[in-house]
């Protein structure tokens, strides 16, 4: 037998599912050929992925902001307004200057959907008669409802559930979904019955539309859309008015509906020194919201109200609705005058999503991609930049280091520049995955994408009803070439379910926000957890030949490198001759560096931990096993902090050829 060699192995490329074993382990020894819950790293090896937590520790409110309809409720009945979707039996609530949490009781729901109303039954009774417009306040929900929006934006998120929009910064949600009509005040005393007359109004209200009145029992829903006239309208309401109110009485309007919403898309923008968001649902008119105002494009034109994509480009909102995109006037977000400089375009094929590239305006179709060139309604012209490829989920575009990934029919593809002006490469990125990526298209029933920009990462999420957490599947790319997908590195994520996710980098913090139908928000990137659950990881390298695949191999020792934030514990395992049925696999090893000395916080002993202790990040260990190939396996199920694999060395001798 001859001494002892020694391999080094670099660990880089990623995951690669599209070689044969041997292929694979001759010409990418650095590569994997599992690599789950790690993700290639820029600084070099293999990390194990950051967790998440929640966002905000309470809940989505499922059904908006409902209020207490009418004073002088007592016993276990409860009757709210300002509604707009059914609760459950078994949601819990709480009451406004009501004591205690109270339960809705089995069948204890009666909904009335054309005035936003519900009647609960409570499984105790009310220990104080609630005031009229006390908010009422769902805690938790029996309910398995999708967020259907979700936006980072500033140092907030906007998130959209069922008929409402949100905003929170990380203590609790604001409803936004309010409606601003001016100041309204009732016109004229004595008034009673189903109809109302107010002014001080800058625009309609519409059905759906909840408001109360200053000194009048109950709450009240606007039946029909209204007619302003001279900033006056005379409004039809359900129920009729409990009493007669005063003369200029305050109308505040609490809730206007976005009820039956699809998923929600946002574009963010500044036209005039204020930053804005637009919001599209497929079905609802646009709104727009600056943080403090929520405003309907109610005057929106038939093209525009139901769009499914809104994008900013051009110092122009445009809205895509079916094969149609219509854009405002320069400048202008509620400016849809033609002679102001607004239009449409009609694109020949259904349009599947909106995005901007280097400033221009990159239409997708499930079979075409067009780009808008030109500035103003004036040059606007229509360019195919192909008719034969298109982007099968909306939701999965995103910029990456100056190109536009997206998901094609036959995987992820980028939209990238060339150095001829105006052409663009439209290159298959993840044909080295294509195995695993035919998989996860086809186990999953929707898409969600985000960027990581500290880490030049791109994440897509798949979500299907049937999968669990646990199972929930991901793909991730991290780009290490300036531009192009040469330089993408693959790996997989199991354990972020998203149905809808996004990413925003404000004031040097990069936030990364994803939500399913579990009732909360959460924050990847975030803690060494999924929130609280363990973290399961699994990386194991090609099936190495070393120097000669027909020559058999005795491992001696094992040293591994690594770049530890904390606490490590794994296994590592050997998997001989391709982990081939019959053959006798060594016991994995265990390997960590929490005993010692070295100082955890929160775990360190007095007069053993040592202050300063530097971590240990060379393992060496002994192996045993005798094969032709070897693979090693990591694995771990943890909540210690992230840490790297940088790279191995094994000592072996080589046996004579038989």
């Known amino acids: 037998m001859d001494a002892w060699q020694t391999y080094p192995v670099e660990f880089r490329g990623g995951l690669i599912t599209n070689l044969s074993p041997l292929q694979q382990g001759t010409n990418a020894p650095g590569s994997a050929r599992i690599l789950r819950n790690f993700e290639p790293s820029v600084e070099g090896g293999y990390r194990r992925i950051e967790g998440y937590d929640k966002y905000d520790s309470n809940i989505i409110p499922p059904y908006g902001a409902p209020v207490v309809h009418g004073a002088s409720q007592s016993g276990t009945t409860l009757i709210i307004a300002a509604i707009h979707t059914t609760p459950v039996a078994g949601d819990t609530l709480e009451i406004a200057g009501v004591a205690n949490t109270y339960t809705i009781a089995s069948g204890g729901v009666t909904y009335d959907a054309t005035n936003n109303r519900a009647t609960l039954t409570l499984s105790t009774a009310l220990a104080s008669s609630p005031a009229n417009a006390a908010a009422v306040t769902f805690k938790t929900t029996t309910s398995n409802y999708l967020t259907l929006g979700l936006a980072a934006w500033e140092d907030s998120a906007i998130v959209c559930k069922n008929a409402d929009i949100f905003k929170t910064g990380g203590s609790g949600f604001t409803k936004i979904n309010v409606p ?3 100041t309204p005040l009732v016109n004229g005393a ?3 019955g189903s109809s109302l007359a107010i002014d001080g109004l800058d625009s309609a209200p519409q059905a759906g539309d909840a408001f109360k009145i200053a000194g009048i029992d109950l709450i009240y829903t606007v039946t029909a859309n209204a007619t302003v006239t001279s900033g006056g309208a005379t409004l039809a309401i359900n129920p009729a008015l409990a009493s007669s109110p005063a003369d200029n009485a305050v109308i505040t309007f609490l809730s206007t509906s976005r009820e ?3 998923k929600s898309r946002f574009a963010k923008y500044n036209f005039n020194g204020t930053e804005k968001i637009a919001i599209v649902d497929g079905l609802n008119e646009p709104a727009l919201y600056d943080n403090t105002t929520f405003t309907v494009l109610l005057d929106a034109p038939a093209d525009v109200v139901g769009a499914t994509f809104v994008a900013e480009v051009k110092n122009h909102l445009f809205f895509a609705k079916g094969t149609t995109v219509t854009f405002t006037a320069p400048y202008a977000d509620t400016d849809f005058s033609t002679a102001n400089g607004s239009g449409s375009i009609n694109v020949g094929g259904t349009i599947t999503a909106l995005t901007v590239f280097r400033q221009q305006l990159i239409i997708f179709t ?7 060139t030109g500035t103003t309604i004036a040059d606007f012209s229509l360019q195919p930049i192909t008719i034969d ?14 190109d536009v990934m997206f998901l094609g029919p036959d995987g992820l593809r980028l939209l990238s520049g060339t150095d001829r002006l105006g052409d663009f490469g439209l290159a298959v990125v993840s044909k080295t995955i294509q195995s695993t990526m035919t998989g996860f298209i086809s186990s999953n029933t929707s898409f969600t994408s985000c960027v990581i920009r500290e ?8 979500y299907n009803n049937n999968i669990t957490q646990e199972n929930a599947q991901g793909i991730l790319a991290t780009q290490f070439a300036p531009q192009g997908g040469e330089g993408m590195a693959w790996a997989e994520t199991r354990g972020i379910r998203a149905y809808v996710a996004d990413s925003d980098y404000n004031q040097n913090v990069e936030v990364v926000l994803f939500s399913n139908n579990d009732g909360y ?17 699994t990386f194991a390298t090609p099936h190495l030949p070393i120097s000669d695949p027909r020559k058999r191999k005795t491992f001696y020792k094992l040293f591994l490198y690594t770049d530890p934030q904390g606490s490590v514990a794994f296994d590592v395992s050997l998997k001989l001759d391709f982990d081939s049925q019959g053959t006798i696999q060594p016991a994995p090893i265990s390997i960590q560096n929490t005993q010692g000395t ?25 192996v045993v096993g005798s094969g032709f190939t070897v693979s090693f396996q990591f694995e771990s199920e943890d909540d210690n902090p992230p840490y790297s694999i940088d790279a191995l060395t094994v000592e072996y001798g080589l046996n004579d050829r038989r």
């Open 180 to 182: 601003d009509y001016g």
């Open 190 to 192: 004595s008034q009673t």
């Open 260 to 262: 039956s919403a699809n």
């Open 366 to 372: 499930e079979n075409s991609i067009h780009q808008l």
């Open 389 to 402: 490829i298109g982007c099968i989920d909306s939701d999965t575009i995103q910029e990456i280091g100056g």
């Open 455 to 462: 880490k030049s990462q791109y994440r897509i999420l798949g």
């Open 521 to 537: 928000l959460y924050q990847m990137e975030s803690g060494n957890s999924f929130d609280g659950i363990n973290i399961q990881t």
């Open 598 to 622: 070295v100082g955890f916080f929160g775990t360190g002993t007095f007069g053993v931990t040592r202050f300063g202790t530097k971590l240990l990040k060379l393992f060496q260990t002994q």
